[in-house]
T-cell receptor
Framework: KAGVTQTPRYLIKTRGQQVTLSCSPI?????VSWYQQTPGQGLQFLFE???????NKGNFPGRFSGRQFSNSRSEMNVSTLELGDSALYLC????????????FGQGTRLTVV | GENVEQHPSTLSVQEGDSAVIKCTYS??????FPWYKQELGKRPQLIID?????GEKKDQRIAVTLNKTAKHFSLHITETQPEDSAVYFC???????????FGTGTRLKVLA
């Protein structure tokens, strides 16, 4: 069974630009979550989608948005990029049940210059 | 707000010794506690987890203990090996929130 796939692996963007990251979950998984990982801050929750519905959102500005498609693939968009948005963005998929294991992708390393 | 505190931030042990990482969570309704291991440049991977109705769980050299009263859980690694060197994250999950609250990580170095 293929794991969680994130594309692209690396991105370099300029301040003010926007970016879209993609996540393909494990086949059969309907829940996709996004996390921002920065040194010293650990993993910070961005949002979670299940069957195309956002069920929860973290404390990030409105520049961060996401969506999920009918095939469970998810995208995350960041508009008007700031230097502080530089981070590793990880997505995780799970079956969505109570306390089920979240499987992480390799992440997308975003650098804003 | 909800948070998970994790200590220590770095831990160095000699090969063969034990390592203990501790986490404290704030939301008493949290009911699932996974531990993830992240090797350099790789994705976080689940190594062990525990639910709130269990006090202890063991899997070979790894064990997790949970004290719900103190809102405290710990990871224990015995007979450490160089390949145990990584960053370890604890997390807390509460049903209905659909999100994990992660600790800030512990960098474990096992010295050969």
């Amino acid at each position: 069974k293929a794991g969680v796939t994130q594309t692209p692996r690396y991105l370099i963007k300029t301040r003010g630009q926007q970016v879209t990251l993609s996540c393909s979950p494990i086949s059969g998984h309907r829940s996709v979550s996004w996390y921002q990982q920065t040194p010293g801050q650990g993993l910070q929750f961005l949002f979670e989608y299940f069957s195309e519905t956002q069920r929860n959102k973290g404390n990030f500005p409105g520049r961060f948005s996401g969506r999920q498609f009918s095939n469970s693939r998810s995208e995350m968009n960041v508009s008007t990029l700031e230097l502080g948005d530089s981070a590793l963005y990880l997505c995780a998929s799970s079956s969505g049940g109570l306390g089920t294991e979240a499987f992480f992708g390799q992440g997308t390393r975003l650098t804003v210059v | 707000g909800e948070n998970v505190e994790q200590h220590p931030s770095t831990l160095s042990v000699q090969e063969g010794d034990s390592a203990v990482i501790k986490c404290t969570y704030s939301d008493s309704a949290s009911n699932y506690f996974p531990w993830y291991k992240q090797e350099l440049g790789k994705r976080p991977q689940l190594i062990i987890d525990i639910r709130s109705n269990v006090g202890e769980k063991k899997d070979q050299r790894i064990a997790v203990t949970l004290n719900k009263t103190a809102k405290h859980f710990s990871l224990h690694i015995t007979e450490t090996q160089p390949e145990d060197s990584a960053v370890y994250f604890c997390a807390a999950f509460k049903s209905g929130t659909y999100k994990y609250i992660f600790g800030t990580g512990t960098r474990l170095k096992v010295l050969a």
